[in-house]
């Protein structure tokens, strides 16, 4: 039984593929791991499969898998899990975009108890070069999609992790695109994660294969995961569902504050009813924000706002903000597109809700990384 497998999906790579191999197997003898080495081609138009075979001949720990239908990196990724011969699987591309000299470290961390470790391009110490801009703008789109599932997760749609064999292994996992990591955290069963930063380097040789198709399928991918989350309560992103309810419940208990002091300020106290309001906003700000500190982000560990006075200030920034979203949104669909006021003020409650929660979610109670960039 090996210690680690690691996997390489490979679509017309004769030209990385010897030289990625060789690396591979180099770092397994310096840091003296039995380690597998699984290709899983899509059946490659070029000499990728003959040299892998004949690679296979002389090394007995390098294996190849050839698939002829399903084309696709993901689905490759998810046939290699289910072929590889070890309990630790680390998946890297062949193009030399990661290093692979992280693979030991990586596997240390899966021995030390997490269950899935992933190399990071957005945390510090982590980034990539040589992109165009174009390249990275929808690195950074995917990113942000991916991270309203997993906020924590500095990089959720990285191509170079590892994940311990259990973690996948039975979990429903519909494999498309080129966002494998993705769907594993989705439907996975884990509990442990670690982030380890490595610099992208752009492919030298060949060109990449990510076709504009292949974003459309990523957006659907998203939602099949939040969908999927939320009716699977077991599952690492219904932990996000359940805080989006607490904070939605926590948002209830606000307008019940606020009614109440605009009607006893204005009322009992004499309050101008516009100054009676600010103090009831900013009071009801307060009592939502001690609510989710204390409930909703109870279980929030290490915190990179670590003082609940930072994160009150940020708090009630966002909240500013939300009621700023919340009126302008009722008087531009009032007053500009003629719609009925009530209506006007739930898109202004719903937007302002969304901005509340995810900003909230990503600045004022968002784990506490070496760094994100
Ligand atoms: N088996 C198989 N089938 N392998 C494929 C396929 C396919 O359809 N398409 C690509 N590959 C292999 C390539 O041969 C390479 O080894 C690896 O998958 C990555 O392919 P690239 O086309 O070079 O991907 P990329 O550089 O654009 O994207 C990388 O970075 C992304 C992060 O921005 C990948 O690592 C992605 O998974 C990652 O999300
Ligand atoms: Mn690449």
């Known amino acids: 039984m090996y210690d680690l497998s690691v996997i390489i999906p490979t679509f017309n790579e ?31 138009k070029d000499r990728t499969i003959a040299i892998v075979q004949k690679l296979h001949t002389e090394k007995e720990n390098v294996n190849i898998l050839v698939r002829t239908s399903d084309h696709g ?25 990661h290093p692979p000299a992280l693979i030991p470290k990586m596997y240390d961390e899966i021995r030390a108890g997490n269950d899935v470790v992933i190399g990071s391009r957005y945390m510090d110490g982590g980034g990539i070069k040589d992109w165009p ?5 929808i690195s950074k789109g995917a ?46 069963t884990w509990e442990n994660d670690k982030e380890i930063p490595f610099e992208f380097v752009d492919r030298e040789i060949g060109s990449s294969k990510l076709k ?17 989350s939320v009716l699977h309560r077991g599952s ?28 006893y300020l204005k009322e009992y106290v004499g309050l101008y009813y516009l100054v009676a309001s600010f103090i009831a906003i900013e009071i009801s700000i307060l009592n939502n924000f001690l609510w989710n500190d204390l409930w909703t982000f109870r279980t929030q560990e290490k915190q990179k706002l670590s003082s609940r006075w930072h994160r009150l200030l940020a708090f009630n920034l966002v909240s500013a903000g939300g009621v700023v979203i919340n009126l302008g949104l009722l ?33 004022t109670w968002i784990k506490k990384k070496t760094g994100r960039v």
């Open 14 to 44: 004769e030209e990385n593929i010897p030289r990625i191999i060789e690396e591979v197997d180099a770092v397994f003898r310096k840091s003296n791991l039995n380690g597998e080495i699984l290709v899983v081609d899509d059946n490659s």
């Open 73 to 97: 990196l993901s689905q490759s990724v998810a046939d290699g899990f289910s072929h590889a011969s070890s309990d630790i699987f680390v998946v890297i591309d062949a193009d030399f975009s």
């Open 133 to 137: 801009l174009k390249r990275r703008v």
């Open 143 to 188: 990113t942000f999609l991916g991270r309203l599932l997993f906020p924590d997760i500095s990089d959720p749609v990285s191509g170079f992790f590892a994940v311990r064999k259990e973690v996948v292994t039975g979990a429903p996992l519909k494999p498309k695109g080129y966002k494998i990591l993705l769907e594993v955290l989705g439907k996975g």
């Open 212 to 228: 504009f198709r292949t974003i459309a399928e990523y957006a659907g991918q998203v939602v099949d995961i939040a969908l999927f």
């Open 236 to 263: 690492a992103g219904w932990k996000e569902w359940e805080r989006v309810i607490k904070f939605g419940l926590v948002g209830l208990t606000g307008i019940v504050v606020n009614m109440g002091l605009l009607y």
């Open 331 to 363: 008087y531009l669909f009032t007053s500009v597109f003629g719609v009925y006021y009530l209506i006007s003020n739930l898109i202004g409650i719903l937007v302002a809700f969304l901005w509340n929660f995810i900003i909230n979610r990503n600045i």
